[in-house]
């Protein structure tokens, strides 16, 4: 993970591309790149980790990280992926005490603008629509999570599972579906046991929904998925 020079060309104009700066005036544009980073990371690399005091937001440029948690047997808990243009810890820095809620780390090699909080919140205070960009991404994080939830809790687990592949997979005829997750990560992003989800597959592939031979999974039966999650 490198670290690189606060007015890099590519901080500044990574921050005029991304829509919440649209009007942001250049001398405030200025004062927030001259106290942040430019951040070029590699696969695998720690970006946040959990509980750590968070003095900073990423806005992801290019490249995959995932936020996570581990579990009390020392594994995954995934919390979701964040490609180019989205943001990492933006409302933590608005807490009392801003500690990370998750670690991040780089799913494949990237770069992206590390934004110093201070002067973030600084230009919150000075810039009246900026703010409001960042509390509507507040606002449809609530969303998705409460939406989240809803679902964990009305839902069976082959329906949870059905519409994970649909939506992270997006199978297209008999391709292989690539999922950006392990099979035990999986389990517990869905709250259910990894035995759970290997009962689902054994019995989709009776059922000839789907076939994993080679270790690469295939959607045979397409519609039939997506009637048990009501598509």
Known sequence: MTIVNSRSAPLIAALRQHPWFDGVDDAALLALAGCSRWLEFDAGDTIFSEGQAASSCLLVCAGSLQGLRYTADGGDKVFGHVG???????????????????????????????????????????????????????????????????????????????EYILRAGKPQGTQPVVLPLSHSQIAVKLGMRAETLSRIFAKWRRQGYISDRRGELCILKLDSLKQLVHI
């Open 84 to 162: 180019p243009g989205g943001w990492l810890s933006v409302s933590t820095l608005f807490e009392a005490a801003p500690r990370h809620l998750h670690g991040v780390r780089a799913r494949t090699d990237g770069n992206g603008c590390l934004l110093n909080g201070a002067a973030f919140r600084q230009l919150c205070l000075n810039d009246a629509r900026f703010a409001c960009r960042v509390m509507a991404h507040g606002a449809n994080l609530i969303r998705h999570h409460t939406d989240q939830i809803d679902w964990l809790t009305s839902s069976s687990a082959e329906e949870r599972l059905a």
